[in-house]
């Protein structure tokens, strides 16, 4: 597994890899065990000032709540309440994306770690710059295979599997 953190880790550092996908279709346990090492390897190492974590698709829904698609007002709120921001103030998405926005690009260099992403999630909308948007901007994102990084996003500029030993 040191060869995947390290594999991530160089990416992380790497100026012009600003959205890094992570995926693994062996079990939720080794791919969270992945993002805990890596929080905490980052936080060790200094290389973000902020590191903040939301889960994208939420776990133990009920069969009849169950949904394709992300909770964008609970992703910002994950986020926000991370940052310190207050978005219940603010009444539309677009505002709390604005605010999310503004406040993340406060932060000179940041990780945004977005777990369990099942499907396309549109960055701008939740209010995560990247890009030239934010250059000390970095997202990390976390599926379970690699079809759902490389169709349904952004493609992310660099893709790993936390499947092999």
């Known amino acids: ?26 079990s939720n346990a080794r791919k969270d065990e992945v993002v805990k090492r890596i929080t905490r390897r980052v ?7 902020v590191i903040v974590m939301a ?7 009920g069969s ?14 994950e986020l926000g309440n991370k940052l310190g921001l207050q978005l219940q103030d603010k009444t539309t998405l677009k505002e709390r994306a ?13 990780l ?23 250059n000390g901007c970095k997202i990390l994102l976390v ?4 079809e759902v990084l490389s169709n349904q996003m952004n493609a992310p500029q660099k893709i790993i599997s936390v499947s092999r030993s």
């Open 1 to 26: 597994m040191s060869t995947i953190l390290d594999e991530i880790m160089t990416a992380l550092r790497q100026p012009d890899i600003m959205i890094l996908g992570v995926y693994g279709s062996t």
């Open 43 to 49: 936080e060790r190492d200094g290389v973000f000032d």
């Open 55 to 61: 889960t994208v698709m939420e776990k133990n829904m």
């Open 64 to 77: 009849s709540r169950r949904s394709k698609s992300p909770d964008v007002r609970r992703i910002q709120e």
């Open 98 to 110: 604005s605010c999310l926005f503004d406040g993340i690009k406060m932060k000179a260099k940041i």
């Open 112 to 134: 945004i770690i977005l777990d369990d992403v099942r499907g396309g999630i549109n960055l701008a909308e939740i209010g995560i710059p990247f890009g030239n948007d934010h």
């Open 143 to 146: 599926a379970k295979n690699q």
